[in-house]
């Protein structure tokens, strides 16, 4: 049955006004007799929302839509309303989700549903009836198909892209681009999002790419969200009267802060200096860089209160503590009757701290029969893990925790040990999870309160605030509809706290959509391969990245135009009666750009020469490190080429005073140079005290030996064409006319403030025309580095064999990957040593790390990841000579774990070596895993392809093979 024999459908009744805010002005929804829509509706036990209603109407109508509501309003309705059109009309329904977790969820919720023979899974490593009418997917399965065409799109009409708000995010947010672009016209596309600042925008993108969609946005809570403040063991309203967030229609109005917790502040304020919260330098003076966020959520003041405390007498009492521990701060939410609650704590050693911190106190949140219900959900997740494994993951004390009530939840908890906290408190028997806040943005676990403990967080780089953003995100947990009646937000107080920041934060909602979307060269070659080089560039320029710089650009143009006429005004009161004062004032402006391009490149020059002496650092390198605390003599421990903060690198040194400490690039405003050599042990581990002072008095003795003498040569000499041109302009100058006017310098500060505004238009007209296009000109610049290296052909459509190969490879190094592969740098290498080199062009270290030195496991691997690394050098000139910015760099951190697991080593042996927690080892596992598949997919028939079977063979054991699709 072709699409035009389907039986005709009852017309639906869709009003024009459909696409604004429906929560106030418009009136009810009524559904259409004999429509899909009443038919579907019939189905739930309760009424569906307005919102839902209306775009289940504009699905049904034939038209895309985009639905904005807050975590937990029942947005997912409207995909499940997709498949069900899918089912009464014959045609395919593809259900993607962000993670495995939620997809498998899907999958089971639709076949208990529609039943089991309807509903499939595809994700990365499991196929469950994939060519069924439902396939519930993975974004990246489903992007892959596009990319090769698969039959399996075929008869495909209905899209759900839950969670679509993920494409911001910088890793994996192209990928739901790519779809969006990719498929065909006639694929109606439902795109689920959590509620953002810039819906209408996101909504206007996918009208254009896509056409007819239409945009339903809900900012109403389905629970109202009260907000609170916890001072020591009092629990306080954050606003007077009722909060933004609990509101039945949100109002723009502030709403008024407690006076309590303002008097609080005050009376705190007392016993602290005001300067608190932005602790004195040795000015006296506030710092205005606290390195606690802004200062105003409090915090910094913390080690102050207590030093002060630790001063007082014997005689006198320490002031109250304000900020509740964990255990009063659990206890006091019992009596309040707010549990189950997440508590979020921006750190997995926090969360798991603040379990054993409950558990030391003795605190118990659950009825004996509570306990044994959750001791037989934990049996039935672990059983068939074996015991030796158990106890290299700590499984008693997780065990004990959890009848207690008591959980974690963050990334480096075991897939396994997930499933187990997600399913008891879904039952409602955990009555407390401390999560870090990728919990948030995962699987639905709605709790009735949401504590935050601290409104600032460890970015990589420093402290900085959370953003009203992101507390929106957080506290969009509280409230499970259905069961609470209302929800709570509980933030904990810290000493130098503002309640009327707070209050700000809780009010708004800001919560921007913005684009992470990057052509990659997998991505080039397989669009290539498909469309072709004009058709692949007109798609990108598509793009929701390249939509919002456009709309930028407008701006921009517009306050060109505004300057343009400020600059006529400030020449016309410049004129001069002696002469043309605009030229004179030109001569003046091409001095200083020159005199400071000349500073500019002198500075530049001294800095690009001391990123090139840090970069060829070996261990053992002993050198001058020019400035900085640790200014004199050092030797390199670990030359730490990838892990800075941008990209820079962060060797470890040893000092002369023996001090292990990283460097940074601030550390060499001029470049260093390498005097001598020394030995560092293979076996050298910073964190042992002893290791630490044997080789510092290693290097002092060497460093007795050597006596090296500073290089004090001179820095680059300025350049003598600028000097020459300098020298010119200001002859010129001298010889003008308006030089010799006695009120130069009166027509000179209106022709400066021209000349700046000049400099600010030219600067944005660069701006603008840099954005322009930037998405089609990186691709274009692909496709010459592509085309150089033999992977593109020189006609519109050609990929060449190498090109083919490349389009299997989807790692964030996938040209080298390619590379490695055509120079047979992998080959030779048995399975361990294979899974050892792959584990560098996956894995990335989450920070610096102050542990072990990251090594090569043997002479084999060491020497093929010497080639990848001169491989991944050779591509990267590639890209400079094509103005690429720089792929990032192999980083062996995970080469030593990844060899022991392939060969056979024990859990509790692995863990303890590589220092990861267990779930940060499952994933990186499984990681390279995949890069082994895709390699053993793209080298072909060979003995490459055996040794990568063998290694996922090997690596597929234990934690790993258990429960394989949690990620």
């Known amino acids: ?60 109508a034939g038209a895309g839509v985009l639905v904005a509501a807050p975590t937990g309003a029942g947005k997912t309705v409207v995909g499940e309303f997709a498949v069900f059109c899918a089912l009464a009309t014959g045609k395919k329904c593809f259900y993607t989700t962000p993670i495995k977790a939620l997809s498998n969820q899907k999958f089971h919720d639709l076949g208990q549903r529609h039943g089991a ?4 899974l595809l994700t990365g490593d499991t196929s469950v009836n994939s060519e069924a009418q439902v396939v519930v997917m993975t974004t990246e399965v489903l992007r892959n198909m596009i990319y090769a065409n698969s039959t399996t799109l075929n008869n495909l009409g209905y899209v759900v892209m839950d969670e679509v708000h993920y494409l911001a995010d910088r890793f994996r947010g192209a990928v739901w681009e790519e779809v969006i672009i990719g498929l065909a016209p006639s694929v109606q596309l439902v795109s689920l999002s959590a509620t953002v600042s810039n819906t209408e925008e996101f909504g206007d993108w996918l009208d254009e790419v896509r056409g007819n969609v239409e945009v339903v946005i809900s900012e109403r809570r389905p629970v109202p969200l009260y907000q609170h403040v916890m001072v020591g063991k009092q ?122 911190q409950l558990l030391a106190s003795g605190v118990n949140l659950t009825t004996d029969d509570e306990a044994r219900q959750l001791i037989a959900i934990a049996e039935r997740h672990l059983q068939g893990m074996a015991p030796a494994d158990l106890r290299a993951l700590d499984h008693d004390i997780f065990l004990e925790a959890l009848s207690r009530g008591i959980a974690a939840h963050h990334a480096g908890l075991l897939p396994a040990f997930k499933a187990v906290v997600e399913e008891g408190f879904a039952a409602g028997l955990i009555k407390i999870v401390f999560a870090t806040e990728t919990l948030a943005l995962g699987i639905n676990m709605p709790a009735r309160t949401v504590v935050i403990e601290k409104l600032v967080k460890y970015n990589g780089e420093g402290h900085v605030d959370i953003t009203p953003g992101e507390y929106t995100q957080l506290t969009g947990r509280a409230g499970r509809r259905g069961i609470d009646v209302e929800g709570h937000a509980v933030v904990l107080w810290q000493p130098g706290m503002d309640p009327r920041a707070v209050a700000g934060l809780a009010s708004r909602r800001t919560y921007p959509l913005k684009s992470s979307f990057a052509p990659t060269y997998n991505m080039t070659v397989n669009l290539v391969g498909r469309v072709g080089r004009e058709r692949a560039r007109a798609m990108l320029e598509q793009s929701f990245a390249q939509f919002q710089t456009d709309r930028s650009v407008v ?163 300025a350049d003598a064409e600028l000097t020459a041109q300098i020298t010119e302009l200001r002859g010129e100058l001298r010889r003008h006319p308006c030089h010799e006017c006695p009120d130069r310098e009166s027509h000179a500060r209106f022709a400066e403030r021209a000349m700046r505004l000049d400099r600010d238009r030219q600067q944005a007209r660069a701006r603008a025309q840099a954005r322009s296009n930037t998405i089609a000109k990186r691709f274009d610049k692909l496709c010459q580095v592509l085309e150089s290296l033999g992977y593109l052909g020189s006609e519109d459509d050609e990929v060449t064999d190498a090109g083919r190969m490349l389009a299997r490879l989807y790692s964030e190094l996938d040209l080298v990957a390619a590379e490695c592969i055509r120079d047979g740098v992998l080959d030779g290498l048995d399975a361990p040593q294979l899974a050892a080199v792959l584990s560098s062009l996956v894995y990335e270290a989450r920070r610096v790390e102050h542990g072990r030195m990251a090594r090569m496991p043997d002479a084999a691997s060491e020497a093929a990841q010497h080639q990848l690394r001169q491989t991944w050098r050779r591509v990267c000139l590639v890209e400079r000579d094509f103005r690429l910015e720089r792929t990032g760099e192999p980083d062996i951190g995970f080469a030593e774990a990844a060899y022991e697991w392939a060969h056979g080593e024990p859990l509790a042996r692995v863990l303890g070596h590589c220092g990861l927690p267990a779930g940060d080892f499952v994933r990186w596992v499984r990681q390279v895993i995949d890069m082994l598949g895709q390699v053993a997919a793209a080298a072909g028939p060979g003995d490459l392809r055996r040794t990568a079977r063998e290694a996922i063979d090997a690596m597929r054991r234990g934690v790993i093979e258990f429960d394989p699709d949690e990620d």
Request: hydrophobic content about 35%; some cysteine.
């Open 1 to 60: 049955m072709n699409e035009n024999e389907f039986p005709p459908q009852p017309e639906v009744q869709v009003p024009d006004d459909a696409s604004a805010l429906v929560d106030g002005p418009l009136a009810p929804f009524q559904v259409e007799p004999g429509s899909l829509l009443e038919q579907f509706a019939a189905g739930y036990d309760f009424a569906l929302d307005d919102y839902q209603l209306r775009a289940c109407a504009q699905v049904e």
């Open 117 to 120: 023979d309807r509903v499939g």
């Open 235 to 356: 629990i306080h309203d954050l606003f007077d009267g009722v909060a933004p967030t609990a509101a039945v229609d949100p109002s723009e109005r502030a709403s008024r802060v407690n006076p309590e917790l303002m008097k609080l502040a005050r009376n705190e304020a007392k016993a602290v200096r005001d300067d608190s919260r932005r602790p004195r330098g040795r000015s006296g003076k506030g710092k205005k860089n606290a390195g606690y966020g802004s200062g105003q959520f409090g915090g910094a003041a913390k080690a102050h209160l207590e030093r002060r405390d630790r001063g007082r007498g014997r005689d006198q009492r320490p002031a109250p503590r304000l900020t509740p521990s964990r255990a009063v701060m659990t206890t006091q939410l019992q009596r309040a009757r707010l549990l189950p609650a997440i508590c979020f704590v921006f750190s997995r050693q926090g969360c798991d701290g603040a379990v054993r």
């Open 555 to 717: 701006g921009m143009a517009s306050v060109a135009a505004r300057n343009q006429r400020d600059i006529d005004d400030y020449l016309a009161a410049a004129q001069c009666h002696l002469g043309d004062f605009t030229e004179y004032a030109r001569l003046r402006e091409q001095v200083r750009e020159l005199e400071a391009e000349q500073a500019r490149m002198r500075k530049a020059d001294k800095r690009a020469e001391a990123f090139e002496s840090l970069m060829t650092l070996e261990p053992g390198d002993i050198i001058h490190v020019p400035a900085g605390r640790h200014q004199g003599w050092a030797a390199v421990i670990d030359p730490g080429r990838r892990g800075g903060r941008g990209g820079e690198p962060h060797p470890m040194v040893v000092t002369e005073r023996r001090d292990v400490v990283r460097l940074t690039t601030s550390d060499f405003p001029t470049p260093t140079q390498v005097v001598g050599k020394l030995r560092i042990p293979r076996k050298f581990d910073p964190r042992q005290p002893a290791h630490r002072r044997n080789l510092g008095s290693s290097f002092l003795d060497k460093l007795h030996a050597l006596d090296p003498q500073l290089d004090t040569r001179r820095g680059p000499r």
